[in-house]
Every structure is written in structure tokens, then in C-alpha cells.
């Protein structure tokens, strides 16, 4: 079971820092993504990471206010928001799968999305003023 949490309210130019645990099997043998979706708007990719490979990546839209990191101790992978913008008001899911998938460099949104197997509970960010 994957849970992302961490999300809230915030004021534009801002930081949260939202988590991605796992109960019931490890994390670093998996690929995990991060997703995104706002209210009436498709799913869109945020950035993952691999560990066995790649590592951690960033999509282009987010890349310098978004990182990812990993804690393979406490079993979660984080994502770091800073600068956060009213654009970026979505509900925020983490996902994983144990395929074995290509650098998320070379997907697109919906070959990562549609790569995923486990998918947790969104965390809500709002940022507004």
C-alpha cells in the first residue's frame, strides 16, 4: 500500500515537502513516480525515481522548484515543492511498479502514468493567497 501525504494549504512563492511511504513491501526495489492532477485536467508525470538506474528526474515543468528524493531506511520517497505557484494547485498521487521501465527521460506523461501498477491516495495542495 503506497500513501502520499504531506499536502495543504499554502501561500503562493511557498515550500511543502510531500511524502510517499509504503507498507507491506519496500520501495527500492520498485520505480516510483510522482503524479499530479488538477481540477479539471488530465494526470500529468512530476518526476520519479529509479533507484536501481537513473535515479531521481524532474520533468521540465517543475525542474528548479521540484526535487525527489529517497530515504530507503524509512522506506519513502519525498517530494520537495518550493516556489510553489497557484498552477501548481492539484491533488498530488505517488505511484510504483516493479517492471522494469525506461528512464523516465524518454516518457511521456502517459508512458509513465500508464506504466505504474500501484497507485496511493492523492495529497491535496492548494496554493493560493
Known amino acids: 500500500q503506497l500513501q502520499a501525504s504531506g499536502g495543504g494549504l499554502v501561500q503562493p512563492g511557498g515550500s511543502l515537502r510531500l511524502s510517499c511511504a509504503a507498507s507491506?513491501?519496500?520501495?527500492?526495489?520498485?520505480?516510483i513516480g510522482w503524479f499530479r492532477q488538477a481540477p479539471g485536467k488530465e494526470r500529468e508525470f512530476v518526476g520519479g525515481?529509479?533507484?536501481?538506474?537513473?535515479?531521481?528526474f524532474i520533468t521540465d515543468s517543475v525542474k528548479g522548484r521540484f526535487t525527489i528524493s529517497g530515504d530507503k531506511a524509512k522506506n519513502s520517497v519525498y517530494l520537495q515543492m518550493n516556489s510553489l505557484k497557484p498552477d501548481d494547485t492539484a491533488n498530488y498521487y505517488c505511484?510504483?511498479?516493479?517492471?522494469?521501465?525506461?528512464?523516465?527521460?524518454?516518457?511521456?506523461?502517459?508512458?509513465?502514468?500508464?506504466?505504474?501498477?500501484?497507485w496511493g491516495k492523492g495529497t491535496l495542495v492548494t496554493v493560493s493567497s
Open positions: 505511484a510504483a511498479t516493479v517492471t522494469p521501465v525506461p528512464p523516465y527521460s524518454v516518457l511521456t506523461s502517459a508512458q509513465a502514468i500508464a506504466g505504474m501498477d500501484y
Open positions: 507491506g513491501f519496500t520501495l527500492d526495489r520498485y520505480a
Open positions: 525515481i529509479i533507484w536501481s538506474g537513473e535515479g531521481t
